[in-house]
């Protein structure tokens, strides 16, 4: 069935522009889904041209991004077998909770020279522990792991969130529409005990700005089993160790008892200065 060209609104020129960032022509369900939400008041949106080949969306003049699409899927679906042979391996660790495919990967837009990120929920107070854990054992086991400052990426594990099932909640300051994209594309690959849902649930403001983006179910209040003494000596311990290694090769991560999150680019201001400036 031939898919036709529609008129674009406002709305969908925006997103338009948005996925444009990252060379991401769209469908037509995939304006739909990349609605932007009420957040989108007080952005500016100027007379753009666009145009439309094999059911793709895009700028006029960029159409070579319909092809580097198509082809860069085909190199994401091989790397997402990759990053599920790791999170079945992975998901024999029992504080972990959940494994997801994060970034242009989780787009299926990934470069093939580009690494596999990757973001892991553990149970609570168990985060670094099971850092430590999975890092040590990934390696023993011959999976290729990225290292700080490693310039060969291509196909590595990048596990760059790690989070502990009762801090999942994004902080205000760091809510636009580059973070709640980021938040609704992941792609879990082992999810156990609804923490996929959790943590849409508690991210639920993503909805202001991509409001179709995913579907969020209500869940029952969750309770977390507590650490006797013993365990949280040992994560303490674990925790200052790891923390001490990477003092001396921080720049803009955060690093704290119950989250880590490496990106040491700020791309989310990069992208909505982009945004700003692709809206004009």
């Known amino acids: 069935m031939k898919i036709s060209k529609v008129v674009l609104t406002s709305e969908n020129i925006f997103s338009l522009i948005y996925h444009q960032i990252f060379s991401f022509p769209l469908t037509n369900f995939e304006l739909i889904k990349w609605q932007p939400g009420k957040k989108i008041k007080g952005y500016k949106i100027g007379k753009i041209d666009y145009g439309y080949l094999d059911g793709y969306y895009f700028l006029k003049k960029n159409k070579n991004f319909v092809y580097s699409r198509v082809f860069r ?7 997402i077998i990759l990053a599920k042979k790791a999170a079945k391996f992975l998901s024999i660790i029992p504080s972990i909770e959940m494994i997801a495919v994060t970034g242009s990967l989780s787009m299926l837009n990934a470069k093939g020279d580009s690494d596999i990120d990757l973001m892991i929920v553990t149970k609570k107070g168990k985060l670094w522990s099971t850092r430590f854990i999975s890092l040590l ?7 290729k792991v990225r290292r700080f400052k490693e310039k060969e990426e291509k196909n590595k594990l990048c596990i760059n969130i790690w989070l502990d099932e009762s ?17 609704a594309q992941i792609i879990p690959i082992f999810d156990k005990d609804n923490t996929y849902q959790n943590l849409l649930n508690k991210n639920i403001w993503i909805k202001d700005y991509w409001p179709s983006a995913v579907k969020i179910k209500k ?12 365990e949280k ?3 303490l311990f674990l925790f200052k160790i790891q923390k001490i290694y ?11 008892k119950n989250r880590a999150i490496f990106h040491p680019i700020d791309r989310s201001n990069n992208t909505l200065m982009k945004l700003v400036q692709l809206l004009r």
């Open 219 to 230: 869940l029952k209040r969750i309770k977390y089993t507590k650490l006797n003494l013993l």
């Open 246 to 256: 990477m003092n001396n090769k921080r720049t803009r991560e955060v690093v704290s």
């Open 73 to 79: 899927k085909n190199i994401s679906l091989k790397k």
């Open 167 to 183: 801090n999942l909640s994004w902080p205000s300051p760091d809510r636009n529409f580059y973070t709640a994209h980021e938040i």
């Open 137 to 143: 054992s990934l390696t023993v086991f011959g999976f």
């Open 233 to 235: 000596s040992f994560e």
